[in-house]
Nanobody, 125 residues
Framework: VQLQASGGGLVQAGESLRLSCTYSKLTFSRAAVAWFRQAPGKDRTFVAGVSASGGSTVYADSVKERSIISRDTALGTVDLRLNNLKPEDTATYYC???????????????????WGPGTQVTVSS
């Protein structure tokens, strides 16, 4: 597995969680990496993304005021810190790597051609 998400779990509303994506540096050092999530019965949606260099970040409106994405290019990790979690954040979270190094505000799932297994986040009210 070249992309591996971890850090999910069961938390209460208002708490924080840090998700981590470990990726193969050999394969994805030049790729933008993003987090997506999919709630039961809903489409998978973009959450946050970071460029290959780690210098540019983009967030979905639903999380941008309470989340931070960061990238450690030396370790080959992309972390997503989610604060003030809400029940509507409950979903399976996936990290994915794009076919290019850039992250844009209109980034689309089709740009991401490598996906890791998801990690479940459940937020209780």
């Amino acid at each position: 597995v070249q992309l591996q998400a971890s850090g999910g779990g069961l938390v209460q509303a208002g708490e924080s969680l840090r998700l981590s994506c470990t990726y193969s540096k050999l394969t994805f050092s030049r790729a933008a990496v993003a987090w997506f999530r999919q709630a039961p019965g809903k489409d998978r949606t973009f959450v946050a993304g970071v460029s290959a260099s780690g210098g540019s970040t983009v967030y979905a409106d639903s999380v941008k005021e309470r989340s931070i994405i960061s990238r450690d290019t030396a370790l080959g990790t992309v972390d997503l810190r989610l604060n003030n979690l809400k029940p509507e954040d409950t979903a399976t979270y996936y990290c994915a790597a794009a076919g290019n190094p850039y992250i844009r505000s209109d980034t689309k799932q089709a740009e991401y051609d490598a996906w890791g297994p998801g990690t479940q986040v459940t937020v209780s009210s």
